[in-house]
């Protein structure tokens, strides 16, 4: 009797044991050894190698220090359409990433179409917005709603080859565009555009005098077609049918940083990317070859604010975790540790704490930011995009007339931005 009643009681307690574990019906929960469960925020987004390797070593490691009970699962995706698409797709079905570093532009796109949860519906989000300007916070705005947390900034400057600019004389850059197209003109130097996109034309149409839309991006007639706009696409097409403009080849491929480092075109534009991804001797020597300045900006912002913000994408399951995780890449020396990359942040204690030493190219950027604007926050922006970017290609490669070219492109925007 004694063996049968150890062996009832036994069974007893695995019968027991059986029912105090769970099945994992979420995969985003990881059952560890101790028995606490780690909540995993899945994070994608587009940071370069040099970004992604600090946020892997550095960042998310301090985060789950100070976290133990979470874990982020990071995935660098590549920047392009498809991934727009992808997102698209897998918030409209439930399926998306928990957090995303979505560009500014896409923004107001994605909370238009309801693939982002709104962020205000957290207790301390009034709290959390105060680290921000209210004009970088509107680019999540909508409804009444807020959808995003602004995490870095960049823009551009134009970045001249030092030797040449003493070939023509000059010991800095010219203080305006039209300077420079003169000198381009005479001594047949080239510029180098990453494209036609508004993100490559709009600081040389702007600094020339052009615009593409009213200050509210409400209306681009009588703006984008303008007499100064049309003057501006006049100065540019110039020097194009003088072969004096570099584009990208058809794959792409834009080599403007390495010609205007080796001397072959005078000046191009670009973000502080290109000088943070070298290293020692390499960035030294860019720096002693290349200089980079602001567009002028005596009539006003001339260049773009690019940058990124964070989203929680529509059917998070773990919406507090993410939130936790927002915060956290938003606070100051989060956001100062990022800045060694080169990206700007949007925090208004670790911008005004940022200490950058007098020769660093990191300066122009700066001051560059300081005199920019943002992208329209509007929901057709990508469509906007593709209108301006066929119409500019038509006028560069001859088909349409500049005004033509920007009267048909500023009358097809007027709808898009009536829809928004």
Known sequence: MGWKLVAYLLILVLLAGCKSHSMISDPKQVQTLQNHEKTVITFWHTYNDKETELLEQELLPAFEREHPNMRVESINLAFNNELKNTLIGRASSNRGPDVVRLDIAWVPEFSHKGLLEPLNMFPD?????????????????????????????????????????????????????????KIAHHHRFSIGLGGLEPWDTIPFIYTLGGAISDKNFNKASGYLNSKETIYAVEQLTSLYKEGL?????????????????????????????????????????????????????????????????????????????????MKWMTDKEAQLLMAQTGLMPTNQDAFKAMKIPNNSYLNPYKEAAENAFLWPQVKNWSKIDEVYCEYLNKIFEGELSVKDGLDRAAAEIDKLLADS
């Open 245 to 325: 403009i570099n584009l990208p080849d058809q794959s792409g491929d834009d080599k403007n940083f390495e010609r205007v480092k080796s001397g072959n075109i005078l000046m191009t534009d670009e973000g502080p990317w290109f000088y943070s991804l070298l290293d020692g001797a390499e960035l030294d020597r860019a720096q002693k070859l290349t200089i980079p300045v602001p567009f002028p900006h005596d009539q006003g912002p001339v260049s773009i604010i690019g940058g990124e913000n964070l989203v929680i994408m529509k059917g998070s399951k773990q919406q507090s975790a993410a939130w936790t995780f």
């Open 125 to 181: 989000f009034q709290d959390i917005q105060s680290r921000f300007s209210p004009h970088a916070m509107a680019g999540g705005y909508y409804k009444k709603n807020y959808y995003s947390l602004p995490l870095n900034i960049y823009t551009k400057t134009a970045i001249f080859n030092r030797e040449l600019l003493k070939r023509a004389g000059y010991s800095k850059p010219p203080r305006t565009m039209e300077e420079v197209i």
